[in-house]
């Protein structure tokens, strides 16, 4: 019998990570990664508690998978994750089916524990009951496409030693912990084995990376990735001011394969706000690692993090906050109104009312986006290479891609099937529309390798679909 597992993840690129080891794990214990919950013996949420949302999301779901668990005593539901963490005393009070919490460093026994439980399950019994539960929704991760294996993620550092008082990620997963380079290296030439076209090294604040043992840096890191044979494109996330030093910008801007994108979160635009999120620095330094950044990777897209309604937070700190937007024109910004965490000094502070909090969230998303859609519409009339993603959630007769600089791309795959961009998933796209969103336009080209010439794709558009696969 063939034991089935399903996976859920909310959060970062930290969690998105950790879902592939995990699914890694199952599948190394003979488990099938399955796309849909009734079909699963073992349900895995993957939680996050950065923000009040992603912790209701998951409490919510547990009381979703409470059906199943009612259809099927032998279904365990595991929690996993930075919730896990925060909440390991009190989630199975308030979650009584949950069958085990695993905390953020802990997957390594979660992964024996899938290999314990793998022979004592039995559909035959439970199977009719379990069928006739209604769809419960929700995304599988783990569940391997055709476009799986192009993008690979690579932790290089869990935890942070910073202590922002708004952020719970040191209370859950602790203070910095770095991996030695040489088990980072053989990570990434393993998933280039694997056929992955694109490296995305993940830590929670990346660029402060120390290797162990020899104390080489971020930058140093970067070199030596950048030297694998195989590797076509790299990338990273998340980075802090802090740790942004004129070496690395001049490291970035010397490798060819990085991708032409960074990610600084500057959070706010008022030293003020600065001070109570204990950020580390003022708006006049993050704007020196701006400039120090534009000197070195004139060409490369910046992007940002930033929050309304932190405590304390007047009218007149946001409007420094749109003033900095204005002038630093962040070609993409994860924007969010505050919550508050428990267990997080911000928590304990006054609150901004709330409708506050989400009018300015209101005004800080016009200003942003109103300088993103003329970046795209920059675009049109130009050809990007872009890597594809699969087919376009919204049409599925586009395909859906990234540009190098993290622009979504989507283009008319003129009748052919999708899974053929697989083979060939770097696309040239001749750009005809620019949108907040992204840019849409036509396919000219497409290559099985970044660094190869384009070839026009197959005129002919009638395909045997057996002959294919």
Avoid at 75 to 97: F, N, S, W, Y
Avoid at 311 to 336: H, K, N
């Amino acid at each position: 019998m063939t034991a089935g597992i399903y996976i859920e993840t909310f959060g970062c690129q930290m969690n998105e990570a950790d879902s592939r080891y995990l699914a890694d794990r199952a599948e190394a214990a003979g488990y099938t990664i399955v796309d849909e919950p009734r079909a699963a013996n073992v349900l895995v949420l993957n939680t996050c508690t950065v923000r009040d949302n992603a912790e209701r999301r998951a409490y919510g779901r547990m009381q979703h998978f409470r059906a199943l668990k009612v259809a099927d005593p032998t279904v365990k539901l595991v929690v996993c994750g930075c919730l896990a963490e925060q909440d390991r005393d009190r989630m199975q009070t308030i979650a009584p089916h949950v069958d085990a919490v695993f905390g953020t460093s802990e997957l390594a026994r979660l992964g024996d524990a899938l290999a314990a439980w793998r022979d004592g399950f039995d559909d035959a019994e439970y199977a009719q009951e379990r069928a006739l539960v209604a769809a419960l929704g929700g995304r599988a991760d783990g569940v391997q496409d055709a476009f799986s294996h192009l993008r690979s993620f690579v932790t290089v550092q869990r935890g942070c030693s910073y202590y922002c008082t708004f952020c719970i990620v040191p209370h859950v997963r602790g203070r910095f912990d770095h991996r030695p380079m040489a088990d980072v290296l053989a990570e990434v030439r393993a998933a280039i084995g694997a056929g992955a076209r694109e490296i995305t090294l993940v830590g929670q604040t990346v660029n402060a990376y120390k290797e162990p043992s020899s104390g080489a840096d971020f930058a140093d890191l970067l070199e030596e990735v950048a030297t694998l044979d195989g590797l076509e494109r790299l990338t990273f996330v998340t980075s802090h001011p802090k740790d942004y030093t004129e070496k690395l910008a001049r490291t970035m801007g010397s490798l060819e394969k990085l991708n032409p994108r960074f990610h600084l979160p500057v959070q706010s635009g008022s030293d003020p706000v600065l001070r109570r999120m204990n950020r580390k620095y003022t708006v006049g330094q993050y704007l020196e690692k701006v400039a120090t950044f534009r000197e070195y990777c004139p060409d490369w897209a910046l992007t940002t993090d930033l929050i309304t309604g932190f405590p304390g937070e007047t009218e007149d700190d946001f409007e420094l906050t749109l003033d900095l937007c204005r002038r630093v024109g962040f070609a993409q910004a994860f924007m969010f109104v505050y919550s508050p965490r428990r267990g997080t000094p911000a928590a304990r502070w006054e609150q901004v009312p709330a409708g506050v909090g989400a009018e300015r969230l209101r005004r800080l998303i016009a200003v942003v986006d109103g300088g993103m859609r003329p970046l795209h519409e920059r675009k049109i009339g130009t050809t990007v290479r872009c890597l594809v993603q699969g087919p376009s959630r919204k049409d599925p007769a586009k395909i859906a891609a990234k540009t190098l600089d993290n622009v979504t791309v989507v283009a008319p795959m003129d009748g052919l099937p999708a899974d053929r961009f697989a083979g060939s998933p770097w696309i040239d796209v001749v750009v005809e529309r620019g949108f907040v969103w992204g840019c849409e336009g036509r396919i000219s080209s497409w290559s099985p390798r970044f660094a190869d010439a384009g070839e026009p794709l197959p005129a002919e558009r009638s395909y045997d679909l057996v002959s294919l696969f």
